[in-house]
């Protein structure tokens, strides 16, 4: 996810450069390649979290359940909504991607214009999800590191005090 932010600073300092205060980009196409690498960059980052995303968001969903509710950010439900949601989606658009990979002409590899084009096509379709990913992924941190401050709701709270070790001398 930090990869994510690093994309995403780094196109919002490229737009602010490029685009009028209306945010109208100054030169059409070259705002367009440079958002289409904005799109694959931030696709590229998310690789490394995609087949672990789901695993993410149920321990974090089994470790909200077991905080104390004083100690959860109301934030956090909403936020795990919308990472699920998002994954959900980022998986379709992955299925359809792999439908129309499969349909180009077997000549279309990474490097010819059919094949990148509808690559980036895919990768525009993802953005918002991914950028879904990196604005509210930070949730999945904040719950994990919140879990072990929790008191245990399955030990007794005498269990937790801590235990004094008095070493025997010989």
């Known amino acids: 996810m930090r ?18 205060l209306d945010g109208r980009p100054y030169d059409d196409h070259a705002y367009g390649l440079r958002k289409s ?9 998310f690789e490394t979290l995609r087949y672990g995303a789901r695993r993410l968001l149920a321990t974090a ?5 077991q905080l104390p509710k004083n100690t959860v950010q109301s934030r956090w439900v909403y936020q795990l909504g919308v990472l699920g949601d998002a994954l959900d989606r980022l998986d379709e658009l992955h299925e359809r991607w792999l439908t129309t ?16 084009n509808a690559f980036a096509e895919h990768h525009a379709e993802s953005w918002s999800y991914l ?5 509210h992924g930070t949730a999945l941190r ?12 399955l030990a007794p709270a005498s269990a937790l005090a801590p235990v004094r070790r008095t070493l025997a001398r010989k």
């Open 3 to 20: 990869d994510s932010h690093k994309v995403l600073d780094a196109w919002d300092a490229y737009s602010d450069e490029h685009t009028d």
């Open 37 to 45: 690498q904005r799109d694959a960059d931030t696709a590229e980052a």
């Open 61 to 65: 969903e089994t470790q909200l359940t």
């Open 101 to 116: 990979r499969d349909a180009l002409p077997t000549a279309a590899k990474p490097g010819t214009t059919e094949f990148d």
């Open 131 to 135: 950028d879904d990913w990196a604005t």
């Open 142 to 153: 904040e719950i994990n590191t919140s879990a072990p401050k929790a008191p245990s709701l």
